[in-house]
Nanobody, 128 residues
Framework: QVQLVESGGGLVQAGGSLRLSCAASGRTFSSYTMGWFRQAPGKEREFVGFITGSGGTTYYADSVKGRFTISRDNAKNTVYLQMNSLKPEDTAVYYC?????????????????????WGQGTQVTVSS
C-alpha cells in the first residue's frame, strides 16, 4: 500500500554535503509524520530526525543538530534530508520511514517501533 524510495546517497569527503530524497507512494502523504534513520554496520538503527505532516515541526537527534535539515514537499510526495558538514561517523545506510501515528509529540516519533513503513535505504559514506 505504501512504498518509500530513498535516493541521493554516495561518497563525500568530510566537511562536504549531500541531500537525500525519499519519494512516497500513496494519496494521503501530507497526513503523516516522516522520519529519517540511519544504520552503520554492526550497530542498531539510529534516529536522525522527523518532520510532521504539514512540515511545521522538525526534531533532530543531538548528533546531527545544526548540521542536518529535514524538509518536505507534499505536492511531490517527497521528503528531504539535507546533510552539511558531514563527518566520518555519519557513514551509514540512511532510511526514510512513515509514522504509524499522527502525534506531533517528539517522544512518540523517535523510535524504530513508531514507524510502520520503511524505504530500502541509501548508502552514505564520508571519507576523511
Amino acid at each position: 500500500q505504501v512504498q518509500l524510495v530513498e535516493s541521493g546517497g554516495g561518497l563525500v569527503q568530510a566537511g562536504g554535503s549531500l541531500r537525500l530524497s525519499c519519494a512516497a507512494s500513496g494519496r494521503t502523504f501530507s497526513s503523516y509524520t516522516m522520519g529519517w534513520f540511519r544504520q552503520a554496520p554492526g550497530k542498531e538503527r539510529e534516529f536522525v530526525g522527523f518532520i510532521t505532516g504539514s512540515g511545521g515541526t522538525t526534531y533532530y537527534a543531538d548528533s546531527v543538530k545544526g548540521r542536518f535539515t529535514i524538509s518536505r514537499d507534499n505536492a511531490k510526495n517527497t521528503v528531504y534530508l539535507q546533510m552539511n558538514s558531514l563527518k566520518p561517523e555519519d557513514t551509514a545506510v540512511y532510511y526514510c520511514a512513515r509514522s504509524s501515528r499522527s502525534s506531533t509529540s517528539w517522544s512518540l516519533n523517535v523510535g524504530v517501533s513508531d514507524y510502520n513503513y520503511w524505504g530500502q535505504g541509501t548508502q552514505v559514506t564520508v571519507s576523511s
